[in-house]
């Protein structure tokens, strides 16, 4: 068993204290398919990673995407400016530009492209895209953040185009995208780069315009659905207002292959696996913290974890990997990241560790399997192809605990997390 506590972290564990009365962990049926994991490319991250000397970027790649260490291979790219670009943009902001004939992402090659061409080189990376704005001539009011995108036709089909385009010019650089997620939190009005969409926008945008843009290059996904920023129960996403929208139109639904879902998106990821089963489901953007990057936000984030695999996620997509100290976005945001680049050095955090108990083991192709008994709130649980069944199990308590699966025994550490592979 591999252990990480927050005084020691990723160590071989085989104590077992027979003291200790065991909980039961049962295994149960398979389950979805699990695409992978992985984070977010921002030019804030590629820039704090770029002030290291090159061979500790080599090194904090590698424990990213090298098979033998977090062997992350499901990312997620922006469309233009994310909220941890260093200022904003878009791809095109030539107003009018219908035919998007000055469509470019030359902004792109000096941060997000050569990391994700060092990401490469280690493995085959499939990518997630979603804007966080339009171009901000195609929006109400003509700004990156808060507003709408304007729904006339010309700019619909311009902005399917502008989608298309991106699929295209990162295949070029052989950097393939896979999905586009079409909006990033569209529940939203946000001071950074945001745009509000209705249900009914993404089932006429996605039917009448970007499913015959892109004609298979990739794949179209639902979301990526939060809530907003207050905590009114309310307000969070409702699942009948977009996907059920969508998904009801038969021709709309031929066109989606999934949704995706973020902060206060995990309240409706339930409601869409039990309606849509054979629709993949993603969870697209791990909350962040508050910069502080402690074992105590780390526990949060493996209940998060358990909350996604649970409810029929495919794939678990941290957000910050790599930003500098203080975790600062361009916004006033102090933000948690895998690592911490600080005095020339890279700090790896609480969550890197969470993170590499999980991607470490499971691979690509597994199935989530159920889990049951007195821990299997604490428990997740996956059958990879070759047969091998793999727990990340937490103990959030202050005490430790013998936990038995198949008659053997294993004892966790006071607040830690662990995986065990049979």
Partial sequence: MITSTESKCWYQNDEVDPSLEPVSISLGKECQKIRGFGGCFSE????????LPKEI?????????SPD?????FCRVPIGASDFALSWYSCNEVEGDYAMEHFTIERDKKYLIPWIKEAQKYAAIDLMASPWSPPT?????????????????ENLQAYALYFRKFVEAYAKEGIPVRQIHVQNE????????????KGEEFRDFIRDYLAKELDGKADIFLGTFNGPENDDRALWTRFYQYMQVVLRDKTC??????????????????????????????????ECGNGENSWQFAMYIYEMMHHYFRNGASAYVYWNMVLAAGGESTWGWHQNSLVTVENGNAVFNPEFYLMKHFSHFVKPGARYLEAGGEWSANTTA??????????????????????EIDGQAYTLPERSFNTIVR
């Fill in 253 to 286: 639904r031929k066109h989606v292959k999934g949704l995706s879902y973020q902060w206060a998106g995990k309240m409706a990821i339930q409601q869409a696996h039990d309606c849509y089963p054979d629709l993949e489901l993603i969870q697209s953007e791990s």
């Fill in 186 to 197: 569209p529940v939203s009005t946000q001071k950074f780069p945001s745009c509000v969409w």
């Fill in 69 to 73: 260490q977090c062997s992350f291979t």
């Fill in 137 to 153: 001539w195609m929006k109400f009011p003509a700004v990156y953040n808060y507003g709408t995108l304007i729904q006339t036709p």
């Fill in 57 to 65: 970027q080599n090194a904090v790649n590698e424990e990213f995407f």
């Fill in 44 to 51: 804030l991250g590629a820039a704090a990673l770029q002030t």
């Fill in 382 to 403: 996956f059958r990879n192809p070759d047969g091998s069944v793999v727990l990340a199990v937490m103990n959030p308590l202050e005490e430790r605990v013998n936990v």
